[in-house]
């Protein structure tokens, strides 16, 4: 693509769907020349677990995350903490 006509990349996106918006619509490869190497490390501890829960459970539990202004994650967390206590 012809460095003139391409979109420039916006200095500072507000959100990842922003980000992912753009990116969405752009290629990569037509920015090589403003792309610059980075380091990055990260930390693996924490993984997440797919489980399937029945709707009536799942929809409890999330009004008590709500009522209580917690996460849902959270809130699954601290039963399954209390249960096997």
């Known amino acids: ?7 420039p990349i916006p200095e500072h996106f507000s ?7 753009f990116w969405d619509t752009h290629s990569a490869a037509d920015y090589w020349d403003e792309m610059e190497e980075v380091e990055m490390e990260f930390d693996l501890r924490e993984r ?4 399937p829960v029945a709707d009536k459970i ?20 601290t039963f ?5 206590a």
Do not use: P, W
């Open 1 to 7: 693509m012809d460095e003139n006509k391409r979109t």
């Open 15 to 21: 959100s990842a769907e922003e980000a992912g918006a």
């Open 48 to 51: 997440i677990f797919l489980v």
């Open 58 to 77: 799942y929809y409890r539990v999330k009004q008590r995350a709500e009522l209580e202004q917690r996460s849902l994650k959270e809130m699954i967390g």
């Open 80 to 84: 399954l903490e209390r249960e096997l």
